[in-house]
């Protein structure tokens, strides 16, 4: 078998990004359709490759780095930390989980929180508990799950199983028993699907994989009082659209329905894996000890960070910014429409938004990388926003500059 001549042999030796590709491509299971750059560092809202060349961030690491790069107060806290208890496991007591947890219920209205480490975990978690609340109150047979087409919460067994998308189950087979799929916004179907066996209605508020689209308040309230009236745990997914990224702390804030349970991950440790969920009471107490757990979940640095991205996000009024600066996203984007016959809608609020094209959305973003603008495109047309809550008017200008180059082969003829 020929072996490449000219891997280097170690990181240190400062690889191209074809020997970093090529790597890659001998010894990674191919799960990932790597955009072709290789990134070194950032800082703020823009991030450089290993040539040096600069990028701005409207993706975030897919939501996460939602204080940009290196963000002062982070790189502090995180270098503090590492250099006293990094983990410690969840066998002992730390400070800091038990601080993070007041702080998630205080500013949810919720009662109880548990850490796992990402998002598809704090999913796992939620059904698990919601199975056991259910069987409490209604025996064996409340089980089942009610979940939306179109919908993503992450890809183990359990994440998977409400994933209300065939291209993410395919070959996974079989799933969980006992789910059943609704259309979002559908009530009609929402009333048929919920019943006396439901122990939890799962749903993002908004899409966020699946293309960012919104439930409508309508439906989020059906889903409320068909949950109050089945005793069933309502479940907002929120580890895309919470803590902030479409200007509210937890989404459904910014609904005026509130879940039984919300989960929550992506920006939580500003880059560390973390994720939550957070219950009510009236769920939380039908867990006891022993029945649920993890090696990592809530350790001293991701707790403490976690605790440090909340007080940032306060201190420095981001939400504030995210609405001000959102709303002109939205605006820009609309200007979009009229010009480019690609363009067809706009969708989402705050820095969680979509442009939807009428064409394929990975070219858009490969050019996108040569203009030195990182954009993300899911559901093959759709070009998604999920910038950092630090971007400003300014940034937002370049980002639409790019955009209008790149669909400018695309320009409407003139009427
Ligand atoms: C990203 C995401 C998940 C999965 O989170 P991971 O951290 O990738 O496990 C679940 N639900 C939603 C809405 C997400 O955006």
């Keep these: 078998m020929d072996t490449p001549p000219t891997l280097p042999s170690g990181p240190t030796d400062h690889p191209t990004l074809e020997q970093i590709a090529e790597r890659e491509k001998k010894f990674l299971l191919q799960t990932y359709n790597r955009y072709p750059v290789a990134l070194a560092r950032g800082k703020g809202v823009f991030l450089w490759d290993i040539e040096g060349k600069r990028y701005l961030d409207f993706v975030s690491g897919l939501g996460v780095n939602a204080l940009g790069h290196a963000h002062p107060r982070i790189v502090k806290t995180i270098r503090d930390q590492a250099a006293k208890l990094l983990h410690v496991s969840n066998l002992y007591y730390h400070q800091y989980q038990g601080p993070l947890a007041e702080k998630l219920c205080t500013l949810s209205g919720l009662n109880r929180a548990f850490f796992s480490n990402s998002g598809t975990e704090a999913i796992e978690g939620s059904i698990k508990l919601a199975r056991l609340a259910g069987h409490r109150a209604g025996g064996e047979a409340k089980c089942r799950l009610v979940a939306l087409e179109g919908s993503y919460h992450g890809r183990t067994f ?99 329905v509130t879940p039984d349970i919300v989960a929550v991950a992506k920006p939580i440790a500003a880059g560390l894996p973390l994720g939550a969920f957070i219950a009510k009471e009236e769920f939380a107490s039908a867990i006891s000890a022993g029945q649920h757990g993890t090696t990592f979940g809530g350790g001293p640095l991701a707790c403490r960070v976690a605790l440090e991205f909340l007080a940032i996000v306060e201190e420095e009024k981001l939400l504030e910014n995210i609405n001000r600066v959102g709303a002109y996203l939205h605006h820009e984007l609309e200007g979009l429409l009229g010009k480019y016959a690609a363009a067809t809608g706009v969708r989402g609020r705050g820095f969680m938004q979509a442009i939807q094209l009428e064409i394929p959305a990975r070219p858009i973003v490969d050019a996108g990388l040569a203009q030195g603008v990182l954009f993300n495109s899911t559901q093959d047309t759709v070009v998604r926003f999920l910038p950092p809550f630090l971007l400003e008017e300014k940034h937002v200008d370049k980002g639409i500059r790019v955009l209008k180059k790149l669909l400018g082969k695309n320009v409407k003829a003139a009427a």
């Design 158 to 256: 359990g994440a998977l199983s409400l994933t209300g998308q065939d291209k993410h189950r395919k070959g996974f087979e079989p799933m969980l028993e006992g789910v059943t799929f609704v259309k979002q916004n559908d009530i009609e179907s929402l009333r048929s699907a919920v019943n006396d066996d439901t122990c939890a209605i799962v749903l993002e508020p908004i899409f966020g994989e699946g293309g960012i689209y919104e439930c409508t308040p309508e439906f989020l309230q059906e889903c409320r009082s068909l949950a109050d009236r089945h005793r069933a745990a309502l479940i907002f997914d929120e580890i895309q659209c919470g803590l902030g990224r479409i200007g509210t702390l937890f989404a459904f804030q910014s609904f005026g």
